[in-house]
């Protein structure tokens, strides 16, 4: 019969590779910080605006088209 002497990590040091898995798994899951818009796209996004009201409220509308058209070309 032989023996083998088996050794065990700490209690602490299995909780701090736990956590540590733990915050790799969470912090990979996280989505990247988006980029800034440029000023052509924040000026589409209010003609997508303007688009979506455009048969309710047609002044409105209007109203986006021009401050879109201002916020590009400012």
Partial sequence: MTTATLSHASSGQF????????????????????????????AEQLRAMANDVLQSDPAFAQDLYAAADRHELA
Avoid at 30 to 36: D, F, I, V
Wanted: proline fraction near 7%.
């Fill in 15 to 42: 909780l701090a590779t736990v956590r540590e898995l733990f915050a790799t798994w969470f912090s990979a899951r996280t989505p990247a910080l988006a980029r800034p818009l440029t000023r052509f796209e924040e």
